[in-house]
């Protein structure tokens, strides 16, 4: 298992350092001012969006529970990076034959935050709204396959992190069950005063 | 703060490119989905084309622009989700003042059926304000 990773890990990360401007564009892709910021401006539309009103609460539903997701993830990365014993990223594992080309982060490699928010931030909103949810996946993936191939994880760092959101979308699944008629409420108060 | 990504300036750059690329949005959804009362234009495809140009604009002048080196730690998590917060709620406040401003002159109408459901509807034919204000005349009742 360990043996596939680093060698998909190397693979894709062996394309990079050879095209600058490729290099360059990647680099903006995978970090996290563009497409995290991207992804939450795009919620911002869909809560505004909707043919209806029945429509719109469903988008607005999915806006909740995509967040709350991201942060659920967020949480479970940070209790993981307590629990399990540090990985080390690819450029410290092997400092002579990673191409790096970001900052070297500090925290473990294992699981990989970006992919964990990024992917819940699509799934939560694919639970209410399948056809958003997938487009909102493919800034996700980009971010994945970035965070690769700039060298700061390794594969299996980014399905860890798929995991915990898929996890975490499930708890929030669960939770927006239970707390339907306060979010209900919360709701038709943001109805009142005309921010839902 | 140490260090440029660290600084304040920093963190006014950020601040300004997400508040543009929200009031941007806002705009191409006020055109979108005629939301009149919050629209900066009478005419939509202004409405598009602002937003579109805002957005666009302000993404270019942020990665190209600011000296930003992504080689360079930028924000830890927490501060940036504030920061993205402070300035999608101050965006938020500025598209309502300024097009309830701008639209100050329009005609308030009431669909017979308006309902305390309807939320956001309104603003295709109230600005904010009118409506935030009909709301509080009315002990928050509408």
Same mark, same amino acid.
């Given at each position: ?5 680093? =060698? ?45 009103? *029945?429509?719109? =609460? ?7 529970? $995509? ?5 659920? *993830? ?31 982060? =500090?925290?473990? $490699? ?29 800034? *996700? ?13 390794? @594969? ?12 975490? =979308? ?10 339907? @008629? ?15 | ?20 690329? /929200?009031?941007? !949005? ?8 005629? #939301? ?31 000296? !930003? ?11 940036? #989700? !504030?920061? #993205?917060?402070?300035?999608?709620? #101050?965006?938020?406040? /500025? &598209? ?6 701008? %639209?100050? %002159? ?16 309104? !603003?295709?034919?109230? &600005? ?15």
């Amino acid at each position: 298992m360990k043996h596939a990773d680093e =060698t998909v890990f190397f693979w894709i990360n062996g394309l990079s350092d050879h095209v600058s401007w490729i290099d360059e564009i990647i680099r903006t892709l995978s970090c996290d001012l563009f497409l995290p910021v991207v992804m939450i401006i795009a919620l911002i539309a869909v809560w505004f969006s909707g043919r209806n009103i *029945a429509d719109r =609460t469903k988008n607005q539903y999915g806006v909740i529970c $995509s967040l709350a997701s991201m942060g659920i *993830a967020n949480l479970l990365v940070f209790i993981c990076n307590g629990v399990l014993p540090d990985r080390l990223r690819p450029f410290e594992a092997f400092p002579d034959k990673v191409n790096l080309i970001f900052y070297p982060p =500090t925290d473990p $490699s294992f699981p990989s935050n970006a992919a964990a928010a990024s992917f819940a931030l699509a799934i939560g909103l694919w639970v209410y709204n399948r056809k958003l949810g997938y487009i909102l996946s493919i800034p *996700a993936i980009i971010i994945s396959f970035g965070r690769v191939y700039i060298g700061v994880h390794y @594969p299996l760092d980014i399905l860890g992190g798929l995991a915990l959101a898929i996890l975490a =979308t499930g708890i929030v699944m669960v939770v927006i069950k239970l707390c339907r @008629p306060v979010l209900d409420r919360l709701l038709n108060l943001m109805r009142k005063i005309y921010l839902a | 703060m140490d260090g440029y990504v660290g600084s304040w300036s920093f963190v006014a750059e950020y601040c300004v490119y997400v508040f543009i690329a /929200v009031i941007g !949005l806002m705009q191409i959804i006020a055109a979108k989905w005629e #939301l009149r009362g919050i629209a900066f234009f009478h005419a939509k495809k202004w409405g598009y084309t602002f937003g579109s140009v805002a957005i666009a604009g302000v993404f270019i002048w942020f990665f190209g622009f600011t000296g !930003l080196d992504l080689k360079e730690p930028t924000f830890d998590t927490p501060p940036q #989700l !504030l920061w #993205l917060a402070v300035s999608v709620v #101050l965006a938020l406040l /500025v &598209t309502f003042g300024v097009s309830s401003f701008v %639209n100050r %002159n329009m005609k308030p109408t009431a669909e017979p059926d308006e309902t305390q459901r309807d939320g956001i509807e309104v !603003l295709k034919r109230k &600005t904010y304000w009118q409506s935030i204000a009909r709301f509080f005349d009315k002990g928050g009742t509408r």
